[in-house]
């Protein structure tokens, strides 16, 4: 039953132009420019929030004011936060129907495929355009066994308790620049509560979409899974193209209770004008199982390292991903484990396509603590670059301080190789179609643990992609 | 205008044919002549340009022919692409082959019957033959689902060729080394794979070092390439000498 969740969901193809379908600029409320007090009160006054959020935000910017940009990844210099809009309330609140929510934010929406997918194959659908939510929906037979499902303003009203407890302890503001600017003007996103004991058994979604140029969006998610539960969470994003940068500074926790297990996907598309730097961090106890899959095709630069802390006995983090750089991408992206008590397995496979002088960079950090005794953790890496102008790398950093575990590293970088075009252009394959089943092939065991619609997907993009690699 | 009417009507012409690996010339001046339904077998010591020749008559970019050519059926290979060769019918296993991950046997093998005859071939229509295929040569049927040649061993990834060879049928066959590194076992099945594949339509080019293949497969022509020019032809009785003097006698 289990091995099916992750494939169980389907849309129709989709086809990249949806994505830079853009609409026109339109907003009830933004505010200006930059990022100063007055602003982060501000967007705390729109969303009428209780005292200690309002606190919470004002101390982050203080965070964010002594912080330095991080200079080990990608240049991200000309990313000008004075240039950047930080809050865009669309023309709507949120909706709990399609049919109320505004036309051309539900056609956006319905040219992805969401309310389609809603209504086939999801257990509820949460939906952000610029830096709200317009629609979330759980079906009912979930909602009476006590799962939460809904937008992050209205998780502060109704769930105050809940949120105050856990809200950016995973990921503290402190953590670095662009939590604390999260922890600032943090707007959208999802909370998810499911009870113990819970299998949800199909999965939810939420999609975030930015449609506003020049803008930000800072969606927070924070999934609670309890003891023994089981829920299947896919996150989507995309954004429209504009010659202006945009900025992706999202939040996503993971709190994992003993013998639960998450399995959290994403796919991001994000245009090629995206600052993509996105923290997403996951707290795993006695037992339980968080288990990551992430696509990153989209953006100018990305920088996500989704982090597993192994916090309680034999807890699981199984990392797969799949980067695919092309022409003006940096995408630095990979996954952190820490294991910090003992008998626990982390387990990162990934791989990296990067081509017409896109940059590729694997990025990730293996720690384990004193503690750790008999953990284990195998971390596999390969790149593939379809020509001489672009570039892949590899940077794993270990941290071993117990002798007594089990650790494999393997990282392959390489070329699609002249033999192996041959070998299979002498079975009557084309040149093109040799090189794209090569690429294909490269990203099979990836591409089997995808959603279905985003295998496709990924499947669409590289055929695209490569189209125009070759002459 | 004569000798273009002799051409015609021969099935596989090589003349002249000097060929360059790098700055090497590896062949140099090489002729044969090989008709339908033929088996023909080269032999030669290491390095005297069998690889080369397969290599060259299926087009890999690596060679570079300097002088002469191939005319296949009347067509000048010379600068033919590979796939289109492959459409024409001309097939090579290869002695080292390709490990392909993330596509299956299966799925490869489909793919390629469809490119070269460039028609769709339904999934279940498909299966039925390579299942058939895969019990001639004895192997598992799981084999259709794993990745081409990953993780094959030596005898494996041979089978795995000669699969290739008969569901894609093609009229000239021309076979790397097919059995070196093969146990006597594997050897009768490779021959059984290759017999199955020989007919009155279909041309097979024999590459080896050794006699194991021939022992089950009655070739037409022996040839001996030495220093990149075929410097004896003739029939079956030619191994004797092999196996007695090496190809020491024919070295200038």
């Known amino acids: 039953m289990d091995v099916d969740i992750s494939r169980k969901t389907y849309v129709e193809d989709i086809d990249r132009g949806i994505y830079d379908i853009r609409n026109e600029f339109k907003y009830s409320y933004k505010v200006e420019k930059g990022l100063t007090e007055k602003i982060v009160r501000e967007i705390s006054e729109k969303k009428n929030e209780p005292e200690w959020m309002t606190e919470f935000r004002l101390k982050s910017l203080e965070i964010y004011n002594k912080l330095d940009v991080p200079v080990w990844g990608p240049n991200i210099d000309e990313l000008d936060i004075e240039n950047i809009v930080t809050y865009v309330k669309p023309r709507t609140d949120m909706k709990y129907s399609w049919e109320d929510v505004p036309e051309d934010i539900k056609e956006t929406f319905t040219r992805l495929g969401i309310p389609e997918a809603e209504h086939k194959s999801l257990a509820g659908v949460g939906a952000q355009y610029d830096s709200e939510v317009v629609y979330h929906n759980l079906k009912d037979y979930l909602a009476m066994k006590g799962v939460i499902y809904t937008d992050m303003e209205t998780a502060v009203r109704e769930y105050e308790d809940i949120i105050k407890k856990h809200f950016m302890t995973v990921v503290p503001p402190s953590d670095h620049k662009f939590a604390a600017l999260h922890g600032a003007v943090w707007s959208g996103g999802s909370f998810v509560y499911i009870p113990e004991g819970v299998h949800v058994d199909i999965p939810l979604q939420s999609y975030f979409r930015l449609n506003a140029p020049g803008a930000g969006q800072f969606e927070h998610t924070l999934i609670i899974v309890e003891k023994g539960a089981f829920l299947h969470f896919i996150e989507g994003c995309s954004a429209p193209k504009y010659s202006v940068n945009n900025l992706h500074a999202g939040c996503v926790e993971l709190i994992v209770k003993e013998g639960a297990r998450l399995r959290y996907s994403t796919i991001e598309n994000w245009s090629k004008n995206m600052y993509n730097l996105n923290t997403k961090r996951a707290v795993v106890e006695k037992d339980g199982t968080i288990e990551w899959v992430s696509g990153s095709f989209g953006s100018k630069v990305s920088m996500l390292y989704p982090m597993s802390i192994l916090k309680g006995e034999r807890a699981r983090a199984e990392f797969t991903g799949i980067t695919f750089a092309g022409n003006g991408q940096h995408l630095d992206t990979g996954a952190k484990v820490v294991h910090t008590a003992p008998y626990t397995t982390s387990s990162i496979n990934t791989k990296s396509i990067s081509k017409d002088g896109g940059v590729a960079v694997y990025r990730g950090a293996l720690v384990i603590t004193e503690n750790a005794h008999h953990s284990k953790s195998t971390v596999s890496c390969e790149s593939l670059m379809l020509d001489n102008k672009s570039r892949s790398d590899t940077i794993p950093v270990m941290d071993i301080r117990n002798d007594e575990v089990d650790i494999g590293h393997e990282a392959k970088i390489g070329r699609i190789s002249d033999e192996a075009i041959f070998y299979l252009m002498s079975r009557g394959i084309s040149e093109e179609e040799a090189k794209a089943m090569i690429v294909r092939g490269f990203v099979e065991p990836i591409a089997k643990e995808l959603p279905l619609e985003y295998a496709v997907e990924m499947n669409n993009l590289i055929k695209l992609e490569l189209e125009g690699t070759i002459g | ?252």
């Open chain 2, 1 to 252: 205008m004569i000798r273009s009417m002799v051409m015609e009507n021969k099935f596989l012409l090589i003349r002249d044919l000097h060929v360059k690996v790098g700055d090497k010339e590896i062949l140099r001046g090489l002729n044969l002549d090989i008709n339908r339904g033929e088996v023909h077998v080269i032999m030669g010591p290491n390095g005297a340009g069998k690889s080369t020749l397969a290599n060259v008559l299926m087009g890999n970019p690596k060679y570079e022919i300097t002088k002469g050519e191939i005319v296949y059926e009347g067509k000048v290979l010379n600068d033919m692409k590979v796939d289109e060769r492959a459409k024409l019918g001309i097939f090579m296993s290869f002695q080292y082959p390709e490990e392909i991950p993330g596509i299956t046997v299966e799925n490869f093998l489909r793919s390629a019957k469809m490119a070269i005859e460039d028609k769709p071939i339904k999934v279940m229509e498909f299966k039925k033959v390579l299942k058939e295929k895969m019990k001639l040569l004895e192997m598992k049927e799981e084999y259709a689902q794993r990745y081409l040649n990953e993780g094959f061993s030596g005898g494996e990834k041979k089978k795995s060729e000669i699969l290739q060879l008969l569901i894609l049928n093609p009229k000239l066959a021309i076979l790397d080394e097919t059995d070196s590194g093969l146990d006597v076992d594997a050897v009768k099945i490779v021959a059984k794979g290759v017999k199955e594949h020989k007919s009155e339509e279909n041309s097979i080019i024999i590459i080896t070092h050794h006699n194991n293949l021939l022992e089950y497969l009655n070739p037409d022509y022996v040839h001996f390439l030495v220093d990149g020019r075929i410097v004896k032809s003739g029939d079956i009785s030619l191994i004797d000498i092999v196996e007695k003097e090496g190809f020491e006698s024919f070295k200038n």
